[in-house]
């Protein structure tokens, strides 16, 4: 992840300028390019695939929007692009922006984001904890597949590994998983998933 430097952009102006470019974020006004790699977009896919098929068998009201720009926080110019997320279609009606354009600012149209950890690993396992839980968000799953969290947030000796957030209260409880050990999701609680399901070849 590369941080350009830049005069600091209002969300409008993100919105305006880089809303159709997958490659950037705004964090507190400052501009990230997230320079995603293959293996990145692969992991993701793979994922967002798994999931998909769980929704479907399901027959759950839920999607996986193609692109998708979450604002957590109003008076705030940040915006994420989180790797998958999922939304509740049956509250989207709500969204104040969404039938112009794929934003959302309520945490209740969210039932579950995902993060493929990169080269800003601090941002996915400290910034974006926060973030998603102010917001409200039920689940978040933190996709480290190269290990290269520290040791604090993916133990020793550094692997790769799974963390699943759940929200309970106000903060995330957080459960690890390693290679061969089978996920657990509160809100996909049949999902057949483990991390050697989406590494990449």
């Not at 997958?22 to 993701?44: F, K, Q, S």
């Not at 098929?53 to 705030?76: D, G, H, K, M, Y």
């Not at 790797?83 to 039932?111: A, F, H, M, Q, Y």
């Not at 941002?123 to 689940?139: Q, S």
């Amino acid at each position: 992840m590369a941080y350009t430097p830049s005069r600091f952009l209002t969300f409008e102006e993100f919105l305006n300028q880089y809303g159709n470019n997958p490659r950037y974020e705004l964090a507190d006004g400052e501009l990230i390019d997230m320079e995603p790699t293959g293996h990145h977009e692969a992991v993701g896919g793979k994922l967002a695939t798994k999931i998909s098929v769980e929704i479907e068998r399901q027959n759950l009201p839920w999607l996986i929007p193609r692109t998708c720009i979450v604002s957590p926080f109003a008076n705030e110019a940040t915006a994420r692009r989180p790797d998958v997320v999922i939304l509740d279609e049956t509250v989207l009606s709500n969204e104040p922006l969404w039938s112009r354009e794929p934003v959302i600012t309520l945490g209740r149209s969210i039932k579950l984001v995902v993060e493929v950890v990169s080269t800003n690993w601090e941002t996915d396992y400290a910034r974006k904890v926060e973030e998603y839980a102010l917001f409200g968000i039920p689940e978040y799953w933190i996709v480290d597949y190269k290990g290269l969290g520290g040791i604090e947030f993916i133990g020793r000796p550094k692997q790769p590994t799974f963390t699943v957030c759940r929200l309970v209260g106000e903060d995330y409880q957080k459960q690890r998983y390693r290679l061969g050990e089978a996920i657990a999701s509160e809100h996909l609680p049949e999902l057949r998933l483990q991390l050697d399901d989406v590494m990449p070849r």
